[in-house]
T-cell receptor, first 112, second 115 residues
Framework: RKEVEQDPGPFNVPEGATVAFNCTYS??????FFWYRQDCRKEPKLLMS???SGNEDGRFTAQLNRASQYISLLIRDSKLSDSATYLC?????????????FGAGTRLFVKA | DAGVIQSPRHEVTEMGQEVTLRCKPI?????LFWYRQTMMRGLELLIY????????DSGMPEDRFSAKMPNASFSTLKIQPSEPRDSAVYFC?????????????FGPGTRLLVL
């Protein structure tokens, strides 16, 4: 079983749609969680952190459920520019440092 | 700040040749990570350093891969000898060590093709 698992998609949605991505992590000692966005042929970039209380940034909402070891990302009012791959990240408590585990990513295509 | 710098951006080589990838992290960042990304396997952590010391190299595929960080501003990932299955995008990333919530910053990557 992979340490961080995501539905690979692709998700094909029309502009204006709401889309949700899910991610599960296997290490219950994971300390911090993130969503990164990766555009085609580019490097991953931080989209948002995922706090225990959940957090919202404009059209994006991230939730964490520690009991179920589950992270979600909700995108409202999808834009064409949201088309990208979304990577879920967990950082397990690891002696000596911050080993980050990336999921394989979920591809999103937003069409006009 | 210039961000994480990687070179070369593209590398095409023949099987059996030595390949050296280079990375300059963001100044002041204590952690440096090397990743490999392929369509089949996604983004894999190969090795990471803290204060120039390798902390975890369990992701290094085999002895053909080696990484060094001789100082705080430079790291290399070497593949010798290279094989076609090493073809991938190799990313370097860095982050400060302040807390678990610090962001990793990725370089633009090196696209490696081994023929």
């Amino acid at each position: 079983r992979k340490e961080v698992e995501q539905d690979p998609g692709p998700f094909n949605v029309p502009e204006g749609a709401t889309v949700a991505f899910n991610c599960t992590y296997s290490n219950s000692a994971s300390q911090s969680f993130f969503w990164y966005r990766q555009d085609c042929r580019k490097e991953p970039k931080l989209l948002m952190s995922v706090y225990s209380s959940g957090n919202e940034d404009g059209r994006f909402t991230a939730q964490l459920n520690r009991a179920s070891q589950y992270i979600s990302l909700l995108i409202r009012d999808s834009k064409l520019s949201d088309s990208a791959t979304y990577l879920c990240v967990a950082t397990p408590l690891n002696t000596g440092g911050f080993k980050t585990i990336f999921g394989a990513g979920t591809r999103l295509f937003v069409k006009a | 700040d210039a961000g994480v710098i990687q070179s070369p951006r593209h590398e095409v080589t023949e099987m059996g040749q030595e390949v050296t990838l280079r990375c300059k992290p963001i100044s002041g960042h204590d952690y440096l990570f090397w990743y490999r990304q392929t369509m089949m396997r996604g983004l894999e952590l190969l090795i990471y350093f803290n204060n120039n010391v390798p902390i975890d190299d369990s992701g290094m595929p085999e002895d053909r891969f080696s990484a060094k960080m001789p100082n705080a501003s430079f790291s290399t990932l070497k593949i010798q000898p290279s094989e076609p299955r090493d073809s991938a995008v190799y990313f370097c990333a860095s982050r400060p060590s302040a807390s678990f919530w610090e962001t990793q910053y990725f370089g633009p990557g090196t696209r490696l093709l081994v023929l």
